[in-house]
Nanobody, 115 residues
């Protein structure tokens, strides 16, 4: 099991911004895709997007143009920058990495967007 440490999150008004961070062990971080998921109340966990070791990013539909995923190799940290937040973005956000055939998840961080 790989330990991922998340930080960031909190309460923000609609239209605001937040940044989440996810730190991973060095070897894992350099080799694996870093993924971000979220889980809204009463809903299944869904993929938000990902960043590959070389920096290539992918995003799911509803966040395109508003969210940006990046990585800092020196800090072994991936980021989820969230702009133009709306109440539908409320949920627990998780980072995930798949390494050596196993998925490891961060502890989750709450994001609440008020209208």
């Amino acid at each position: 099991q790989v330990q991922l440490v998340e930080s960031g999150g909190g309460l923000v008004q609609a239209g605001g911004s937040l940044r989440l961070s996810c730190e991973a062990p060095g070897t894992v971080f350099m080799l694996a895709n870093m993924e971000w998921y979220r889980q809204a109340p009463g809903k299944q966990r869904e993929l938000v997007g990902s960043v590959a070791p070389g920096g290539l990013t992918n995003y799911e539909g509803s966040v395109k143009g508003r969210f940006t995923i990046s990585r800092d190799n020196a800090k072994k940290t991936a980021y989820l920058q969230m702009n133009s937040l709306n109440p539908e973005d409320t949920g627990v956000y998780y980072c995930k990495v798949r390494f050596a055939g196993r998925d490891s998840w961060g502890q989750g961080t709450q994001v609440t967007v008020s209208s």
